[in-house]
C-alpha cells in the first residue's frame, strides 16, 4: 500500500538550531516524493521535489531508498519557517495524486 | 491570476443533504484534483479530472462524484451527507507537464450536522 508518514506532530525548535522534519513512505515502484508547506493564513504550495535536487529557503531534502526515508533539512532554522510541512507521495507517473503525510507543525521559536 | 478560486467558502448541511462544491483551475490549467482535509490530517485524494476526464479515483463511495467542464472548471458533488463528511474540501489545479506541482485553492469548509 502507498503510505506516508511524518512521525512528529510538532517539532519545536529555537531560531538558529538545526531543523529536520521526518518522512517516512512506503510505495512499490520508484517514488516521487515532494514537501509541501503551509504558512500560516495561506494556501497549501510546493516546496520542493526530490528529482530537482535543489535547495529552497535554505531546505534540502534526500531520498533514502533503503530506509524509505524523504526527510527535511535546514541547518539554521528561521522564525519565518514556521509553518504545517507536509510530506507527499506522487501516486504515478506525474499524475495528480498525491499521497500526503499527515503533516508536523514547525514552530521556532525567538 | 487570483490563483485556484473555490466556492463557497464555508457550507453548513444536514445529514441526508446533498451539496455541491466548485472550483476554477489557474489560467492555462487543464487539470483538477480534490482533496478531503479532515481536522488535523493531511489532504486525502478524491478525484483527479484531466480534459474532462476522470483520471484517478482515491477511496471515496460512490456518493462522491465529480465533473470537469469545457472551461476546465469542476465540481464536486457529495450525496447523502454524513457527519464523517465534515472536512476541509481542497481543490488544486496543475498543468500537464508538471502535474506533481499542484497550486491548491483555499478550500471550503463543510460542517455536517
Known amino acids: 500500500a502507498q503510505r506516508v508518514t511524518q512521525p512528529e506532530k510538532l517539532l519545536s525548535v529555537f531560531k538558529g538550531a538545526p531543523v529536520e522534519l521526518k518522512c517516512n513512505y512506503s510505495y512499490s515502484g520508484s517514488p516521487e516524493l515532494f514537501w509541501y508547506v503551509q504558512y500560516s493564513r495561506q494556501r497549501l504550495q510546493l516546496l520542493l521535489r526530490?528529482?530537482s535536487r535543489e535547495s529552497i529557503k535554505g531546505f534540502t531534502a534526500d531520498l533514502n531508498k533503503g530506509e524509505t526515508s524523504f526527510h527535511l533539512k535546514k541547518p539554521f532554522a528561521q522564525e519565518e519557517d514556521s509553518a504545517m510541512y507536509y510530506c507527499?507521495?506522487?501516486?504515478?507517473?506525474?499524475?495528480?495524486?498525491?499521497?500526503f503525510g499527515q503533516g508536523t507543525t514547525l514552530q521556532v521559536k525567538p | 491570476d487570483a490563483g485556484v478560486t473555490q466556492s463557497p467558502t464555508h457550507l453548513i448541511k444536514t445529514r441526508g443533504q446533498h451539496v455541491t462544491l466548485r472550483c476554477s483551475p489557474i489560467?492555462?490549467?487543464?487539470?483538477v484534483s480534490w482533496y478531503q482535509q479532515v481536522l488535523g490530517q493531511g489532504p486525502q485524494f478524491i478525484f483527479q479530472y484531466y480534459e474532462k476526464e476522470e483520471r484517478g479515483r482515491g477511496n471515496f463511495p460512490d456518493r462522491f462524484s465529480a465533473r470537469q467542464f469545457p472551461n476546465y472548471s469542476s465540481e464536486l458533488n457529495v450525496n447523502a451527507l454524513l457527519l464523517g463528511d465534515s472536512a476541509l474540501y481542497l481543490c488544486a489545479s496543475s498543468s500537464r507537464d508538471r502535474a506533481y506541482e499542484q497550486y491548491f485553492g483555499p478550500g471550503t469548509r463543510l460542517t455536517v450536522t
Open positions: 526530490h528529482i
Open positions: 507527499a507521495l506522487s501516486g504515478g507517473s506525474n499524475t495528480g495524486k498525491l499521497i
Open positions: 489560467s492555462g490549467h487543464k487539470s
